[in-house]
């Protein structure tokens, strides 16, 4: 299984431009930033945080894969929902929140804003 996420251009080129390695198991999802921040999670049951194509922060709290991962509006927060069945709200490379209670694993996010 490969670890590693391939950031590959359109099909006329065959070799990826970028490689974010750094997952010690498969990767599960994705999700990206207006300011360039890719999130990625991990069956290792971590998040990493991308900015330039380089690891800044390794989201660590999740016992069990993740599932899926969101960017919240403004720098620094992040979703995570995973096989542990709980959802993490992390800022600043904290978790703040922890979400319990679901019965089973948490395997989507989407956030909704209150455009009022």
């Given at each position: 299984?490969?670890?590693?996420?391939?950031?590959?251009?359109?099909?006329?080129?065959?070799?990826?431009?970028?490689?974010?390695?750094?997952?010690?198991?498969?990767?599960?999802?994705?999700?990206?930033g207006?300011?360039?921040?890719?999130?990625?999670?991990?069956?290792?049951?971590?998040?990493?945080?991308?900015?330039?194509?380089?690891?800044?922060?390794?989201?660590?709290?999740?016992?069990?894969?993740?599932?899926?991962?969101?960017?919240?509006?403004?720098?620094?927060?992040?979703?995570?929902?995973?096989?542990?069945?709980?959802?993490?709200?992390?800022?600043?490379?904290?978790?703040?929140?922890?979400?319990?209670?679901?019965?089973?694993?948490?395997?989507?996010?989407?956030?909704?804003?209150d455009?009022?």
């Amino acid at each position: 299984m490969r670890r590693v996420v391939m950031v590959t251009p359109p099909p006329d080129i065959t070799e990826p431009i970028r490689q974010l390695t750094g997952h010690s198991d498969g990767i599960t999802c994705l999700s990206t930033g207006w300011n360039g921040t890719i999130l990625s999670g991990s069956a290792d049951c971590t998040v990493r945080v991308w900015e330039d194509f380089a690891v800044t922060e390794v989201l660590k709290g999740h016992s069990a894969p993740v599932w899926d991962v969101a960017i919240y509006p403004g720098r620094g927060t992040y979703l995570s929902a995973s096989g542990d069945k709980t959802i993490r709200l992390w800022r600043e490379g904290k978790q703040e929140t922890l979400f319990s209670g679901h019965l089973d694993a948490v395997r989507k996010l989407t956030i909704l804003l209150d455009e009022t």
